[in-house]
């Protein structure tokens, strides 16, 4: 059973930084293009970043400069790197795979993990 797990959630203040991680477990072939969403408290989902199976990254404009996405595949893991950090970063932030081989073989879609909470607060 495949599972996106995210980590390095928490709460830090502003202008500080965090490392998210989303690993990938359980039995698959191959992860397509994986990305990065967050919810805020009364706000929809918003994609925050979107990064290819070979490493091309399409972030939001408004974080540009800030937050940095990178994937290592023989780790099965998607990192988000994010810098000076202020309170409307607050959210919680789940990672997606658009598509993921499995055995079978048979394509599983449009694929969430269970979100970590960011907290950014003095």
């Known amino acids: 059973q495949v599972q996106l797990v995210e980590s390095g959630g928490g709460l830090v203040q502003p202008g500080g930084s965090l490392t998210l991680s989303c690993a990938a477990t359980?039995?698959?072939?191959?992860?397509?293009?994986m990305r990065w969403y967050r919810q805020a408290p009364g706000k929809q989902r918003e994609l925050v970043t979107t990064?290819?199976?070979?490493?091309?990254?399409n972030s939001a404009d408004s974080l540009k400069g800030r937050f940095t996405t990178s994937r290592d595949n023989a780790k099965n893991t998607m990192y988000l790197q994010m810098n000076n950090l202020q309170p409307e970063d607050t959210a919680v932030y789940y990672c997606?795979?658009?598509?993921?081989?499995?055995?079978?073989?048979?394509?599983?879609?449009?694929?969430w993990g269970q979100g970590t909470q960011v907290t950014v607060s003095s």
């Open positions: 990064i290819t199976p070979n490493g091309i990254v």
């Open positions: 997606n795979a658009e598509r993921i081989l499995v055995a079978g073989p048979k394509y599983i879609y449009d694929f």
């Open positions: 359980g039995s698959f072939l191959t992860i397509y293009a």
